[in-house]
Nanobody, 126 residues
């Protein structure tokens, strides 16, 4: 059973930074994709960034390119999302999710990911 747990959310002002952490366990295969998604109020859940767990291959949505950085600590089973230059429109519940490695690209679809964390809230005030 794959388990994921997010942490690191909080409240910041525009231009600030936050780092989200996703700790995972239960992978039986070393080729996986871990993605970060977010759900803004009244909006559908959307993919933000993804990383493959066996190689250093990352992808980002256009809305966060150049501001967010995803990384993976293999030894600790942690995927981190570093968010800089935050904007009010980044306010959302952020989720990490696990899926097959072939779904790691800049267009992430929720139905391709089989395991989800509980989410962590990010609020950016103007």
């Amino acid at each position: 059973q794959v388990l994921l747990a997010e942490s690191g959310g909080g409240s910041v002002q525009t231009g600030g930074s936050l780092t989200l952490t996703c700790e995972y366990s239960g992978f039986t295969w070393n080729r996986n994709c871990v993605g970060w998604f977010r759900q803004r109020p009244g909006k559908e859940r959307e993919g933000v960034a993804s990383i493959q767990t066996d190689v250093t291959s990352t992808a980002y949505a256009d809305s966060v390119k150049g501001r967010f950085t995803i990384s993976h600590d293999k030894a600790a089973n942690i995927v981190t999302l570093k968010m800089n230059s935050l904007k009010p429109e980044d306010t959302a519940m952020y989720y990490c999710a696990a899926g097959p490695h072939q779904f790691c690209n800049d267009k992430l679809y929720t139905y391709e990911f089989h395991s989800w964390g509980q989410g962590t809230q990010v609020t950016v005030s103007s």
